[in-house]
Protein backbone atom coordinates (compact mmCIF):
# COMPACT_ATOMS: atom_id res chain seq x y z
CA UNK A 1 0.00 0.00 0.00
CA UNK A 2 1.30 3.36 -0.89
CA UNK A 3 0.93 6.19 1.82
CA UNK A 4 -1.21 9.11 0.72
CA UNK A 5 1.77 11.14 2.01
CA UNK A 6 3.70 9.57 -0.42
CA UNK A 7 1.14 10.69 -3.27
CA UNK A 8 0.66 14.13 -2.46
CA UNK A 9 4.68 14.46 -2.27
CA UNK A 10 4.95 13.11 -6.02
CA UNK A 11 2.42 15.31 -7.37
CA UNK A 12 3.78 18.24 -5.81
CA UNK A 13 7.35 17.29 -7.48
CA UNK A 14 5.68 16.69 -10.22
CA UNK A 15 3.77 20.03 -10.77
CA UNK A 16 6.75 21.98 -9.80
CA UNK A 17 9.99 19.85 -11.79
CA UNK A 18 11.67 21.17 -9.31
CA UNK A 19 12.48 19.85 -5.93
CA UNK A 20 13.51 22.48 -4.04
CA UNK A 21 10.21 24.43 -5.23
CA UNK A 22 7.96 21.15 -4.03
CA UNK A 23 9.65 20.88 -0.68
CA UNK A 24 8.87 24.85 0.02
CA UNK A 25 5.06 23.81 -1.17
CA UNK A 26 4.88 21.04 1.17
CA UNK A 27 6.61 22.63 4.06
CA UNK A 28 9.30 20.78 4.74
CA UNK A 29 13.19 20.34 3.55
CA UNK A 30 14.71 18.87 0.27
CA UNK A 31 16.74 15.57 1.54
CA UNK A 32 13.83 14.05 3.49
CA UNK A 33 11.30 14.61 0.20
CA UNK A 34 13.98 13.18 -1.93
CA UNK A 35 14.02 10.35 0.07
CA UNK A 36 10.26 10.13 -0.05
CA UNK A 37 9.74 10.24 -3.94
CA UNK A 38 13.09 7.30 -3.71
CA UNK A 39 11.13 5.17 -1.66
CA UNK A 40 7.97 5.35 -3.80
CA UNK A 41 9.56 4.72 -7.11
CA UNK A 42 10.91 1.65 -4.68
CA UNK A 43 6.98 0.76 -3.76
CA UNK A 44 6.32 1.04 -7.92
CA UNK A 45 9.28 -0.55 -9.03
CA UNK A 46 10.21 1.99 -12.02
CA UNK A 47 11.73 5.36 -11.65
CA UNK A 48 9.13 8.17 -11.73
CA UNK A 49 11.48 11.19 -12.86
CA UNK A 50 14.81 11.79 -14.83
CA UNK A 51 17.29 13.84 -12.28
CA UNK A 52 19.92 15.74 -13.99
CA UNK A 53 22.13 18.42 -13.04
CA UNK A 54 19.80 21.40 -14.22
CA UNK A 55 16.17 19.72 -14.06
CA UNK A 56 13.63 16.94 -13.73
CA UNK A 57 11.68 15.98 -15.79
CA UNK A 58 8.69 12.93 -15.39
CA UNK A 59 9.43 9.56 -17.19
CA UNK A 60 6.92 7.56 -18.54
CA UNK A 61 5.47 5.52 -15.34
CA UNK A 62 5.64 9.06 -13.81
CA UNK A 63 3.42 10.37 -15.81
CA UNK A 64 0.81 7.51 -16.33
CA UNK A 65 0.73 7.89 -12.35
CA UNK A 66 0.74 11.60 -12.24
CA UNK A 67 -3.23 10.96 -13.90
CA UNK A 68 -3.86 8.40 -11.26
CA UNK A 69 -2.16 10.17 -8.14
CA UNK A 70 -4.43 13.47 -8.87
CA UNK A 71 -7.57 11.56 -9.14
CA UNK A 72 -6.91 9.50 -6.03
CA UNK A 73 -5.98 12.64 -4.02
CA UNK A 74 -9.35 14.50 -5.11
CA UNK A 75 -11.52 11.37 -4.45
CA UNK A 76 -9.98 11.52 -1.26
CA UNK A 77 -10.63 14.92 -0.38
CA UNK A 78 -14.32 14.65 -1.39
CA UNK A 79 -14.98 11.90 0.58
CA UNK A 80 -12.81 13.94 3.60
CA UNK A 81 -15.40 16.45 3.44
CA UNK A 82 -18.21 14.28 3.01
CA UNK A 83 -17.24 12.61 5.98
CA UNK A 84 -17.03 15.99 7.73
CA UNK A 85 -20.35 17.12 6.45
CA UNK A 86 -22.00 14.20 7.90
CA UNK A 87 -20.25 14.05 11.31
CA UNK A 88 -21.83 17.86 11.21
CA UNK A 89 -25.27 16.55 10.26
CA UNK A 90 -25.21 18.47 6.55
CA UNK A 91 -25.35 15.44 5.13
CA UNK A 92 -25.99 11.68 5.01
CA UNK A 93 -29.21 9.85 5.36
CA UNK A 94 -31.78 10.43 7.02
CA UNK A 95 -35.10 7.33 7.82
CA UNK A 96 -38.44 9.04 9.08
CA UNK A 97 -41.28 7.20 9.46
CA UNK A 98 -44.68 8.21 10.33
CA UNK A 99 -47.91 6.92 11.78
CA UNK A 100 -49.24 9.77 8.75
CA UNK A 101 -47.72 12.36 7.34
CA UNK A 102 -50.59 14.23 5.20
CA UNK A 103 -52.50 16.20 8.08
CA UNK A 104 -48.94 17.16 10.17
CA UNK A 105 -48.47 20.84 8.74
CA UNK A 106 -45.53 20.97 11.45
CA UNK A 107 -43.63 17.68 10.17
CA UNK A 108 -44.19 18.88 6.56
CA UNK A 109 -42.86 21.98 7.39
CA UNK A 110 -39.96 20.97 8.64
CA UNK A 111 -38.89 18.54 6.42
CA UNK A 112 -39.23 21.35 3.79
CA UNK A 113 -37.41 23.75 5.29
CA UNK A 114 -34.36 20.90 6.26
CA UNK A 115 -34.06 19.58 2.43
CA UNK A 116 -33.84 23.74 1.40
CA UNK A 117 -31.07 23.79 4.10
CA UNK A 118 -29.50 20.71 3.43
CA UNK A 119 -29.28 19.33 -0.04
CA UNK A 120 -26.34 16.90 0.72
CA UNK A 121 -28.99 14.68 2.93
CA UNK A 122 -30.82 12.22 1.42
CA UNK A 123 -34.52 11.01 3.22
CA UNK A 124 -35.98 7.53 3.15
CA UNK A 125 -39.76 7.88 4.18
CA UNK A 126 -41.63 5.50 4.97
CA UNK A 127 -45.52 5.28 7.00
CA UNK A 128 -45.57 2.73 9.64
CA UNK A 129 -47.60 2.28 12.63
CA UNK A 130 -46.27 2.87 15.97
CA UNK A 131 -45.69 -0.84 16.22
CA UNK A 132 -43.69 -0.99 12.98
CA UNK A 133 -41.42 2.24 13.80
CA UNK A 134 -40.95 0.87 17.55
CA UNK A 135 -39.39 -2.32 15.70
CA UNK A 136 -37.42 -0.43 12.82
CA UNK A 137 -35.59 1.59 15.23
CA UNK A 138 -35.01 -0.96 17.46
CA UNK A 139 -33.00 -2.49 14.80
CA UNK A 140 -31.69 0.72 13.27
CA UNK A 141 -33.46 0.95 9.76
CA UNK A 142 -34.68 4.22 10.62
CA UNK A 143 -33.25 6.93 13.03
CA UNK A 144 -36.20 8.92 13.91
CA UNK A 145 -40.49 8.04 14.34
CA UNK A 146 -43.17 10.07 14.62
CA UNK A 147 -46.00 7.98 16.45
CA UNK A 148 -48.46 7.72 19.34
CA UNK A 149 -47.12 6.30 22.91
CA UNK A 150 -45.34 2.75 22.47
CA UNK A 151 -46.04 1.44 25.49
CA UNK A 152 -44.18 -0.76 26.98
CA UNK A 153 -42.14 -2.34 23.27
CA UNK A 154 -40.82 0.96 23.38
CA UNK A 155 -38.82 1.10 26.62
CA UNK A 156 -35.34 1.67 24.78
CA UNK A 157 -36.56 4.64 22.93
CA UNK A 158 -36.17 8.30 23.79
CA UNK A 159 -39.51 9.57 23.47
CA UNK A 160 -40.81 13.34 23.10
CA UNK A 161 -43.84 15.02 23.01
CA UNK A 162 -44.16 17.59 20.17
CA UNK A 163 -48.08 18.08 19.47
CA UNK A 164 -51.43 16.99 21.70
CA UNK A 165 -54.74 16.56 20.10
CA UNK A 166 -57.91 16.44 21.47
CA UNK A 167 -59.87 13.23 20.51
CA UNK A 168 -62.84 13.80 18.06
CA UNK A 169 -65.56 11.21 17.29
CA UNK A 170 -65.80 10.67 13.76
CA UNK A 171 -69.57 9.26 12.98
CA UNK A 172 -71.56 8.48 9.28
CA UNK A 173 -72.47 11.93 7.89
CA UNK A 174 -77.13 12.23 8.81
CA UNK A 175 -76.29 10.13 12.34
CA UNK A 176 -78.73 11.51 14.90
CA UNK A 177 -75.75 13.22 16.64
CA UNK A 178 -75.27 14.75 13.80
CA UNK A 179 -75.77 18.34 15.23
CA UNK A 180 -72.95 20.69 15.02
CA UNK A 181 -72.62 20.26 18.73
CA UNK A 182 -70.12 18.31 21.32
CA UNK A 183 -71.21 15.05 21.74
CA UNK A 184 -71.39 13.20 25.21
CA UNK A 185 -69.04 10.32 25.23
CA UNK A 186 -71.66 8.44 27.44
CA UNK A 187 -73.93 8.50 24.22
CA UNK A 188 -72.35 6.40 22.43
CA UNK A 189 -72.31 3.81 24.83
CA UNK A 190 -74.71 1.56 22.42
CA UNK A 191 -72.72 2.10 18.79
CA UNK A 192 -70.52 -0.11 17.12
CA UNK A 193 -66.87 1.32 16.49
CA UNK A 194 -63.72 0.73 14.55
CA UNK A 195 -60.96 0.97 15.88
CA UNK A 196 -56.83 -0.27 14.73
CA UNK A 197 -56.22 -3.07 16.01
CA UNK A 198 -54.24 -3.10 19.14
CA UNK A 199 -51.18 -5.14 17.85
CA UNK A 200 -50.53 -1.69 15.72
CA UNK A 201 -50.38 0.59 18.43
CA UNK A 202 -51.33 -0.75 21.95
CA UNK A 203 -50.68 2.14 24.47
CA UNK A 204 -53.34 4.13 21.63
CA UNK A 205 -55.78 1.66 21.88
CA UNK A 206 -55.60 0.89 25.56
CA UNK A 207 -56.21 4.54 26.18
CA UNK A 208 -59.42 4.67 24.33
CA UNK A 209 -60.78 1.84 25.76
CA UNK A 210 -60.19 3.45 28.89
CA UNK A 211 -61.84 6.82 27.77
CA UNK A 212 -64.81 4.87 26.82
CA UNK A 213 -64.70 3.44 30.32
CA UNK A 214 -64.47 6.50 32.11
CA UNK A 215 -67.89 7.51 30.39
CA UNK A 216 -69.10 3.98 31.61
CA UNK A 217 -69.09 1.53 29.11
CA UNK A 218 -66.54 -0.85 27.01
CA UNK A 219 -66.73 -0.55 23.41
CA UNK A 220 -67.95 -2.87 20.90
CA UNK A 221 -65.37 -3.69 18.08
CA UNK A 222 -67.25 -3.89 15.03
CA UNK A 223 -64.38 -3.90 12.80
CA UNK A 224 -60.94 -2.76 12.81
CA UNK A 225 -58.41 -1.08 10.23
CA UNK A 226 -55.05 -0.35 9.66
CA UNK A 227 -54.79 3.42 9.81
CA UNK A 228 -56.50 6.41 10.55
CA UNK A 229 -58.15 7.54 7.11
CA UNK A 230 -59.47 3.35 6.90
CA UNK A 231 -61.09 4.07 10.26
CA UNK A 232 -62.96 7.14 8.30
CA UNK A 233 -63.79 5.04 5.37
CA UNK A 234 -65.09 2.21 7.05
CA UNK A 235 -67.27 5.13 9.33
CA UNK A 236 -68.21 6.59 6.16
CA UNK A 237 -69.05 3.08 4.79
CA UNK A 238 -71.97 2.23 7.79
CA UNK A 239 -69.49 0.34 10.12
CA UNK A 240 -69.78 1.76 13.25
CA UNK A 241 -68.16 5.52 14.52
CA UNK A 242 -64.06 5.91 15.75
CA UNK A 243 -62.38 7.99 18.48
CA UNK A 244 -59.51 9.98 16.08
CA UNK A 245 -57.37 12.12 16.87
CA UNK A 246 -57.81 15.97 15.59
CA UNK A 247 -55.38 15.80 12.86
CA UNK A 248 -57.50 13.43 10.96
CA UNK A 249 -60.38 15.62 10.80
CA UNK A 250 -61.61 16.18 7.48
CA UNK A 251 -64.07 19.14 7.39
CA UNK A 252 -64.08 18.52 3.15
CA UNK A 253 -66.12 15.09 3.51
CA UNK A 254 -69.55 14.87 3.06
CA UNK A 255 -69.81 11.70 4.38
CA UNK A 256 -68.21 11.69 7.39
CA UNK A 257 -68.86 14.26 10.38
CA UNK A 258 -66.19 14.92 12.95
CA UNK A 259 -67.04 16.08 16.69
CA UNK A 260 -65.87 17.21 20.14
CA UNK A 261 -66.50 14.91 22.68
CA UNK A 262 -67.76 15.81 26.10
CA UNK A 263 -66.49 13.81 28.71
CA UNK A 264 -65.32 13.99 32.54
CA UNK A 265 -62.44 12.03 31.63
CA UNK A 266 -58.84 13.42 32.57
CA UNK A 267 -56.72 14.92 29.76
CA UNK A 268 -54.18 12.41 29.67
CA UNK A 269 -57.12 10.06 28.23
CA UNK A 270 -59.18 12.84 26.55
CA UNK A 271 -55.93 13.66 24.63
CA UNK A 272 -53.33 12.48 22.75
CA UNK A 273 -49.56 13.33 21.94
CA UNK A 274 -47.58 12.84 18.99
CA UNK A 275 -44.58 11.31 20.05
CA UNK A 276 -40.78 11.60 17.96
CA UNK A 277 -39.14 9.14 18.93
CA UNK A 278 -35.06 7.31 18.24
CA UNK A 279 -32.77 4.84 19.61
CA UNK A 280 -29.61 6.46 21.33
CA UNK A 281 -27.82 3.07 20.75
CA UNK A 282 -27.92 4.43 16.96
CA UNK A 283 -26.19 7.96 17.21
CA UNK A 284 -26.83 10.07 13.94
CA UNK A 285 -25.80 13.69 13.76
CA UNK A 286 -28.14 14.45 10.76
CA UNK A 287 -31.00 13.08 12.69
CA UNK A 288 -29.90 15.47 15.95
CA UNK A 289 -29.92 18.49 13.27
CA UNK A 290 -33.56 17.34 12.07
CA UNK A 291 -34.47 17.28 16.09
CA UNK A 292 -33.71 20.72 15.89
CA UNK A 293 -35.57 22.13 13.53
CA UNK A 294 -38.83 19.93 14.48
CA UNK A 295 -38.10 21.73 18.02
CA UNK A 296 -38.02 24.94 16.74
CA UNK A 297 -41.14 25.28 15.00
CA UNK A 298 -43.23 22.79 17.79
CA UNK A 299 -41.70 25.78 19.99
CA UNK A 300 -43.13 28.65 17.76
CA UNK A 301 -46.81 29.79 18.46
CA UNK A 302 -47.83 30.55 15.20
CA UNK A 303 -48.03 27.20 14.55
CA UNK A 304 -50.45 26.39 17.48
CA UNK A 305 -53.32 28.40 14.71
CA UNK A 306 -52.68 25.26 12.03
CA UNK A 307 -55.97 22.99 12.87
CA UNK A 308 -58.33 23.49 15.66
CA UNK A 309 -57.48 21.07 18.71
CA UNK A 310 -53.98 20.73 18.71
CA UNK A 311 -51.45 22.30 20.62
CA UNK A 312 -47.40 22.38 19.45
CA UNK A 313 -44.94 22.11 21.93
Not at 83 to 94: F, K, P
Not at 203 to 227: V, W, Y
Request: proline share 6%; net charge neutral.
Amino acid sequence: MIETRLIRQFVAVAEELNFHRAAARLNMSQPPLSQAIRKLEADIGSPLFMRTNRSVTLTPAGHAFLSTARHVLAELDQGVAHARRVAEGIAGRLALGFITLGPRPLIITALGRFRARHADVEFALSEATTAEQVEALGKGALDLGFMRQPGAAGADLVLESIQREAIHVALPAGHRYDTGAPVALAALADEPFVMSARRLGPAFHDQLIALCQHAGFSPRIAQEGRQMQTLVGLVAAGFGIALVPASVVDRSRHDVVFRPIRSAAPPALTHVDLLMAWNPAHPSPVRDRFLAEVRGLAADPAHGDDMQGISFR
